[in-house]
C-alpha cells in the first residue's frame, strides 16, 4: 500500500509568497471590532458565498453517542440569526437520536477559499413544526420524496432497494403534494460560545471568541 503524501509544514519562502493573499483576506484590522458574533458571521458566510466553489453553508455537525464517543458529519446551514444556527434532517438518523439524547452540539464552518473557520458550541432544541414545514415545502420535489424513501442511518440492502423505494413513493404522491414526514424535523443550535479564526502568515493567527454573558456577549483575543 502506497503511504500517503502528507504535506510539509510551509518554508519561510512559501509563507511570503501566500503573505499577500492572506493580507488581502484578513488584513482588516477592525474587522473584529463588533458586540456581539451573529452579524460577524452573517459578513463571513456573506463573503464565502462569493469565493467557495459551492456549499459556502456546509458545516461539520459534531455530537456526542450514548457512551460519550463524538460524532461529526457535514450538513448544510438553513437559517442563521439572533435565534441561532438552524439545519434540518431526519430524526430517526444517528445524528436525531444523538440530539435527542444528549441535546447539545458544535459546528465548525471552514472556508479554505478565505482563510478563515468558525466554531460554535451551545445547547440544541427543535424547530417548532411550522418552521420544518415551511423548509420543507420550499425543497425541491425529489428531494422531499427521497426523505419519505429513505429511513436514513439504517442499513440498506442495495442502492437498488433504494431506488425502488424512491419509485414506491413518487407513484404514491402522484398529483400530490409531497407533505413533510413526521420524522424529518430541523434543530437550532443556540450558541453559548463562538469563535472567530482568521489564517495570518507564520501561524500567527487571529482568534476572538465570544461567550454568552447573561443577555450579551464577552470577548476575548485568543493566543494562536
Known sequence: MTAPVIPSSPTRE?????????????G???????PEPVSLFIDWLNDAKKVEPNDANAMTLSTVDGEGVPDSRIVLLKDVDARGFTFYSNAGSAKGGQLAARPQAALLFHWKSLRRQVRVRGRVEPVTPAEADAYFA????????GAWASDQSRPLESRDALERAVARETARF????????????????????????????????????????????SRTRLQP
Not at 14 to 26: H, S
Not at 28 to 34: A, G, Y
Not at 187 to 214: A, K, S, T, Y
Open 14 to 26: 512559501e509563507y511570503a509568497r501566500d503573505y499577500a493573499a492572506a493580507l488581502a483576506a484578513n
Open 28 to 34: 482588516d484590522e477592525t474587522i473584529f471590532d463588533r
Open 138 to 145: 420550499s425543497r425541491a420535489r425529489e428531494s422531499r420524496i
Open 174 to 217: 402522484e398529483g400530490k403534494d409531497v407533505t413533510r414526514p413526521e420524522r424529518w424535523t430541523g434543530w437550532r443550535v443556540i450558541p453559548d460560545q463562538v469563535e472567530f479564526w482568521r489564517d495570518r502568515p507564520f501561524r500567527l493567527h487571529d482568534r476572538l471568541r465570544f461567550d454568552r454573558d447573561g443577555a450579551g456577549w
